[in-house]
């Protein structure tokens, strides 16, 4: 957010470009679970989020369930949450827009029978969870996005429709007005 000609891309680990793609240096050690518990053959970062109040505060996720993060621009990693022994896929990190220490995270189960919410918000840089799914109905959640002016309010992408929330998380209702159907 805070320079437009540096990149991010993931493999097991996170590259940095600072010259639009021009050139690649890694910038992490592996970011994930470290063997085949991911959906590909070994873990992937599947997330990638920049804070807009901090260069360098970066948050990344994979898809065999781990979340990590960094507060100076990759020299150093800390791992924020683990989803093992479950297997799941971090599908959408936010940093957020009106909290420099929130993030929000979305996961989905690996195992296509299961189909319930997770959807997470710390607002301590993950030092502690909260999770916010509430009265979503047991679908995935795909996506979760804030509102760019009132931080109260978030929007659930989910395998059944949207949904909103005016109050962080605390309750959720279907969000349709003005849709098309």
């Known amino acids: 957010p805070q320079n437009n000609t540096i990149l991010y891309a993931g493999t097991n680990t996170l590259f940095q470009s600072l010259n639009e793609g021009k050139q690649w240096n890694t910038i992490s050690p592996d970011l994930t679970n470290g063997d085949k518990g991911g959906i590909l053959s070994y873990g992937t970062i599947s997330a990638i989020c920049e804070s807009p109040f901090q260069f360098g505060l970066l948050y990344t996720g994979s898809d065999d369930g781990m979340i990590y993060t960094s507060d100076n621009g990759g020299v150093s990693w800390k791992q924020i949450y683990n989803a093992f022994p479950r297997a799941l896929k971090v599908n959408n990190?936010?940093?957020?827009?009106?909290?420099r220490n929130r993030v929000l995270a979305t996961l989905i189960s690996t195992d296509e029978t299961q189909g319930d919410p997770i959807i997470f918000m710390s607002n301590d840089n993950g030092k502690s969870w909260t999770d916010i799914r509430s009265d979503l109905p047991d679908s995935r959640v795909n996506v979760?996005?804030?509102?760019?002016?009132?931080?109260?309010?978030?929007?659930?992408?989910?395998?059944?429709?949207?949904y909103i929330s005016f109050n962080l998380g605390e309750s959720w209702q279907p969000f349709s007005k003005g849709l098309p159907e």
């Open 93 to 99: 990190l936010i940093a957020s827009k009106h909290q």
């Open 144 to 162: 979760v996005k804030e509102d760019p002016i009132n931080e109260q309010i978030l929007y659930a992408g989910t395998d059944n429709g949207l």
